[in-house]
């Protein structure tokens, strides 16, 4: 008996010593399911216990990144998907808690967990914690997640020029706790929340309120260590409290005396173990990264860190990757954020969804402050859910994101007015007044989750936010303006700013947008409005960043967009993309990127920004070829060495200088310095003659109906801006340029698969002839047509149909005279949107040069491109 005993005692001293071994391991245990799901896209009735019939598919996983790249069918799925995956987990029912976290799904998702509903989440960009415990079984644990992501009226963000992706997006965690734990139930949140308040010089209060779930009633201990970026335990405080079974709170105030304040010239971070202990055993544990800091907002003065001014200079960024969707890893979203940093920027608006928590990590880490949003983008609607939905997404978003130091400013509406012109005449006034009330309740919701940031609110130029009151509401203003863009001219932007400065000097703005389309395939010496060339959007942003850096009162800019993004509804150059970023889709630099660099980095810098334009060909009978070369430092003179010869020295102003530089045939080596730094640059050059007598080597490729040329990627060709014939040259006999200036929006979808879309939307209308005055001999001649549909920004549904009537202009084509293409009739023939490409050969004899000629059956000719080649 006595020894049974003993034995008895020794294992359960085994046991005891085992678990104080274990609690001082890992108490809670967080790994990703991200691997290996079954995946099946539309609708199904699922047998809750098998796998689903599917793919297979790891996570992040989106159904909609090849669907938006299909540039020649309208839409993208947006519907119902299933996942399905068998866990191996073998769960400790009687002494643990298991909880699933889904970082996003696009838009809502159901969870079941062998068959028994768990829960299930609205909307796409916040995160949401299920507690999964009372569906498990001992072994062979099966999930099902039914994700939808059609349309509801009930969901922001309801319309945006966004793409809506569906699926489970981001990270999926399993996380198993003890039976007492931090509130993982409180909105998707740790359950914990740090505040830095009273920073005063180096000492700063310390505020932790958290709230964990009790199994029983108890006598436990809150601790919390501060470790600094070394680990050195700079706090360690005990709150001893009794618990009830169930939700319990509780609050810890400290103060330090010797802190290292965050910043983003010195983003220092210290880490908080929070833990809930018994009898000297931990149950739980937590770590959160936080930093201490103090900011404030002046209408006149601008923004204050840690009591210091700092002008808050950066871009937006959406969660967007050529081929991925928004299916991105968190690499991706680090090295944005690191893109973003390198440009010099301060400061990122997360436009226009909480993004990844990746993406706030790495904020923290690099020192970039933070505007982060709910998708209420365009439009309220009258639904009561809606307004719900609004609400509960936003509380969501405070509490998840709560502990990051680089969030400043908390926004819940971009440009909320925008849609407000197509309402029916009946509803706008219930419209306006909905929004307002919405306005005020979420101003409320925030004011009470977090007093310690301010609120913001994205508008655009419309007058409703005046006379509506809306615009008093947020604590910041944030404008969306495209002068020079959508509507006036580059220097309109100061001047509306520096009037609503005058009209509400109590108010604190943001200058929250501000952007120019562009294609690094489209270059322009005289650039105009829509033409999407890289010399536009240089235009604007040099424009733009001097107005903005002689404007004391206006706190902050973030240009639209960092990168280029997905955008369904769009018809630019780049069909379904929004083409305003400073990088490409997949990451390359635009040349106004170096712009931001120049003017914000401190170390001395210098680039010459023609990475985008390597490729030129001019028009010229003069040598030598001059051509223009924008370099953007941030030194004082900058000297360019052109082939090994040196132009004289220039003098930067608004940190840009340009050189009319004298290029040669072929290539050209371009060296630009400064002191001790210097860039080089490679440009490739060719020349076609103006003057075509005794020419033998003709090779002209035009860009009809247009006045910037367009570079073929694949084929290393430039199609040269288009000009008038005069005799001995070449170029166009009458017509006029469709589009390009004159409409308000952007240009037509061409449904092509090649690359060459922006060709085809440039057309000239009304087209007589194109002449050349070339030598006797065999030439090669191509054409390039498209019928462009009459509607801008519209998909073309069922009207691509071939079987078209047609008859809306019928053409000949003639080649000196004879004829070639014959009764064209492009609608009739190939339906709207359809590319028709044709070449010919043709001798030209007698010294007559080269006429081809358009003649009118009905209505006007057109010609998208025009390209002549010699065949001697
Ligand atoms: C805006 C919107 C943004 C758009 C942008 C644009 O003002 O807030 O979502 O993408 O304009 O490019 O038109
Ligand atoms: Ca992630």
Redesign the pocket.
């Known amino acids: 008996m006595l020894n049974k005993n003993t034995h008895l005692q020794g294992l359960l001293l085994l046991i005891i010593f085992l678990s104080v071994a274990f609690s001082h391991a890992q108490i809670r245990k967080k790994t990703t399911l991200n691997s290996h799901w079954k995946f099946h896209k539309g609708v199904l009735n699922p047998d809750f216990s098998k796998n689903i019939e599917g793919e297979i598919v790891n996570l992040p996983h989106t159904w909609n990144n090849k669907d938006v790249l299909n540039d020649h069918k309208p839409g993208h799925y947006r519907g119902e998907g299933w996942y399905s995956k068998i866990i191996s987990l073998f769960p400790d029912l009687n002494e643990k808690s298991y909880f699933l976290q889904f970082e996003g799904v696009g838009q809502v998702a159901e969870v079941f967990v062998n068959g028994h509903k768990a829960g299930s989440h609205v909307g796409g960009y916040t995160g949401f914690t299920l507690n999964i415990t009372p569906f498990l079984k001992a072994d062979n644990n099966i999930l099902h997640i039914k994700v939808d992501n059609a349309h509801n009226p009930d969901i922001p963000p309801l319309s945006?020029?966004?793409t809506f992706f569906g699926g489970i997006y981001r990270d999926v965690f399993l996380i198993e706790t003890s039976k007492t734990h931090f509130n993982l139930s409180d909105n998707g949140s740790t359950g914990l929340f740090i505040s830095t308040p009273n920073v005063k010089g180096n000492s700063s209060e310390i505020q932790l309120k958290g709230s964990f779930i009790s199994e029983s009633k108890n006598k436990l201990e809150i601790q919390l260590k501060v470790l600094d970026a070394q680990r050195k335990t700079v706090l360690s405080t005990i709150k001893r409290l009794k618990s009830n079974t169930g939700l319990n709170t509780f609050e810890i105030k400290s103060k330090l005396t010797e802190v290292n304040l965050w910043s983003p010239d010195n983003p220092y971070l210290y880490t908080a173990e929070i833990s809930i202990i018994k009898d000297g055993n931990i149950l739980d544990e937590e770590n959160i990264r936080f930093g201490f800091r103090s900011f404030y907002f002046h209408p006149e003065n601008g923004f204050f860190l840690n009591g210091s001014h700092l002008k808050l200079i950066g871009a937006?960024r959406h969660q967007d990757y050529y081929g991925d969707g928004v299916a991105l890893s968190d690499d991706v979203h680090r090295h944005d954020l690191k893109i973003l940093k390198d440009m010099g920027a301060n400061f990122i608006r997360l436009?226009?969804y909480p993004q990844d928590p990746a993406v706030l990590e790495a904020a923290d880490e690099l020192g970039l402050l933070v505007w982060q949003e709910t998708p209420l983008?365009?439009e309220v609607t009258l639904s009561e859910a809606h307004d719900n939905n609004a609400e509960t997404i936003l509380i969501e978003m405070i509490r998840q994101y709560y502990n990051h130091p680089s969030i400043i400013l908390w926004g819940y509406m971009?440009?909320i007015y925008?849609a407000h012109r197509f309402l029916d005449e009946n509803v706008v006034d219930a419209h306006t007044e909905a929004t307002v009330k919405l306005a005020k309740r979420l101003e409320n919701v925030v004011r009470n989750e977090d007093p310690t940031r301010y609120t913001v609110m994205?508008l655009?130029h419309y007058p409703l936010y005046e006379t509506s009151g809306l615009g008093d509401i947020p604590q910041v203003v944030g404008w969306?303006l495209?002068h020079g863009?959508?509507y006036d001219n580059f220097e309109d932007l100061g001047k509306f700013l520096d009037e609503e400065h005058k009209k509400h000097p109590e108010r604190i703005h943001i200058l929250?947008?501000f952007?120019s389309?562009s294609d690094q395939r489209l270059h322009s010496l005289k650039p105009e409005r829509f033409d999407f060339t890289m010399e536009g959007q240089k235009a604007m942003i040099e424009s733009y960043l001097t107005q903005i850096m002689e404007r004391n009162y206006l706190a902050g800019a973030t240009y639209?967009?960092l990168v280029d993004?997905n955008?369904e509804k769009?018809v630019d150059t780049k069909p379904h993309w929004?083409q305003?970023g400073l990088l490409s889709s997949k990451r390359v630099p635009k040349d106004p990127y170096y712009l931001f660099q120049a003017t914000l980095l401190k170390e001395p810098f210098i680039k010459i920004a023609e990475t985008n334009w390597q490729h030129r060909v001019g028009v010229s009978d003069t040598t030598p070829f001059l051509s223009p070369v924008d370099i953007y430092t941030n030194q004082k003179t900058v000297q360019l060495e052109a082939n090994g010869k040196l132009l004289e020295e220039k003098i930067v102003k608004n940190n840009k200088v340009t050189f009319n530089v004298p290029l040669s045939i072929g290539e050209n080596q371009l060296l630009a310095i400064s002191n001790n730094i210097s860039d080089y640059i490679t440009i490739n050059f060719r020349n076609i003659p103006v003057l075509l007598k005794e020419q033998y080597n003709i090779d002209i490729s035009i860009n009809a109906g247009s006045n910037h040329s367009f570079f073929d990627e694949k084929g290393a060709n430039v199609w040269v801006e288009d000009q008038p014939y005069r005799p001995e040259s070449w170029g166009y006999i009458g017509g006029e340029q469709l589009y390009v200036g004159k409409k308000i929006g952007t240009k037509e979808k061409i449904l092509t698969i090649d690359s060459f879309i922006p060709l085809y939307q440039t057309i000239r209308e009304g087209i007589e002839a194109y002449r050349f005055d070339v030598e006797d001999g065999w030439y090669e001649v191509e054409l390039l047509f498209v019928e462009p549909f009459p509607k801008s920004r519209r998909f073309v549904g069922n009207d691509v149909s071939p079987s078209h009537l047609g008859g809306k202009r019928i053409f000949d084509v003639l080649i000196n005279n004879q004829p070639w293409l014959q009764n064209l009739d492009l609608l009739k023939d190939y339906g709207y949107n359809y590319p028709l490409r044709e070449k010919t050969k043709i001798k030209v004899t007698e010294g007559k040069g080269l006429s081809i000629s358009f003649k009118a059956i009905k209505g006007k000719p057109i010609v998208s491109g025009v390209k002549l080649r010699s065949l001697n």
């Open positions: 945006a020029d966004f937006n436009a226009h983008v365009n971009n440009e925008w994205a655009h969306n495209y863009w959508y929250s947008e952007g389309g639209w967009n993004f955008s769009r929004n305003k």
